[in-house]
């Protein structure tokens, strides 16, 4: 079954929009943890926009399934992770005016640095993915970089304004995780993944998980954080049975 990483990023964005203390996302991540997420998702950016170093900290303590942490492959941000050991690093490409992230890592430019941050985070034990584009240079020099998985910056496809683009898109990524596999690279996918369109990717070749933040956070301002993620769930299992059906 493919399992679900919860990106709690945007709890941390409405609570910095007034430099508060609610909503704080290490309640969220518990939350989050009771409803059947597989694991939390964070991103310490560099401007510390959402996500605080007080919040990397807690959370490193007390989430019980799979912490994930976003990082650019910047040496302030890869001793943090060091010194932090989530269970996972995954590293991000990171500009300070963009408001989310916009595309994938370029490990083909970037080999030599990442693949430095990738031997480190190795030392310490830690799991390390590359958040790339599904791109056939790209999923190659995640492998020349050692990484152990691969997530596909799946923005593209969401975004597509045509059936036409979004087809293709679709089996671009299909494509690419056919050869992450033979490459013997792990795969997850994420960014604009929602309830409506997370069904078409269960199919992909190695697929473990989905990290999902936006629109999980999104429906939780209407129906609670508990149901929008028992809902996101509830959405890639039927999708799961629907895949199997037709394998019959």
């Known amino acids: 079954m493919i399992k679900l990483g919860v990106n709690i990023d945007h709890v941390a964005t409405l609570r910095q929009a007034r430099r508060g203390r609610e909503p704080d996302p290490v309640a969220a991540a518990a939350i989050a943890e009771t409803a059947g997420a597989d694991g939390i998702t964070i991103h310490l950016r560099e401007d510390r926009r959402h996500i605080q170093d007080r919040d990397a900290e807690i959370l490193r303590k007390t989430v019980r399934t799979r912490l994930n942490l976003e990082m650019a492959v910047a040496p302030e941000i890869v001793d943090i992770a060091v010194r932090l050991r989530p269970d996972m690093a995954t590293l991000v490409p990171e500009r300070r005016e963009e ?13 030599v640095k990442v693949k430095k941050a990738v031997q480190r985070l190795h030392q310490e034990g830690i799991l ?4 790339i584009a599904p791109d056939k240079d790209q999923v190659e020099a995640a492998r020349g970089c050692d990484a152990d998985f691969i997530e596909f ?12 683009e979004r087809k293709h898109e679709l089996h671009g990524l299909y494509s690419m995780a056919n050869l992450a596999v033979s490459l013997n690279l792990r795969v997850n996918a994420g960014h604009g993944l929602n309830y409506w369109n997370v069904g078409d ?17 999104s429906r939780a301002v209407l129906v609670g954080l508990g149901q929008a993620i028992a809902d996101m769930k509830q959405a890639i299992r039927e999708a799961e049975t629907m895949m199997n059906l037709k394998r019959v």
């Not at 408001?99 to 080999?111: C, H, N, P, Y």
């Not at 990717?201 to 956070?217: C, W, Y």
């Open 201 to 217: 990717l269960v199919s992909l070749a190695g697929l473990e998980e989905f990290n999902i933040g936006h629109s999980i956070i």
């Open 99 to 111: 408001i989310t992230t916009e595309g994938g890592l370029d490990a083909v430019k970037q080999r």
């Open 153 to 164: 910056h799946t923005g593209k496809y969401a975004d597509a304004p045509s059936e036409r």
């Open 128 to 131: 390390v993915s590359l958040f």
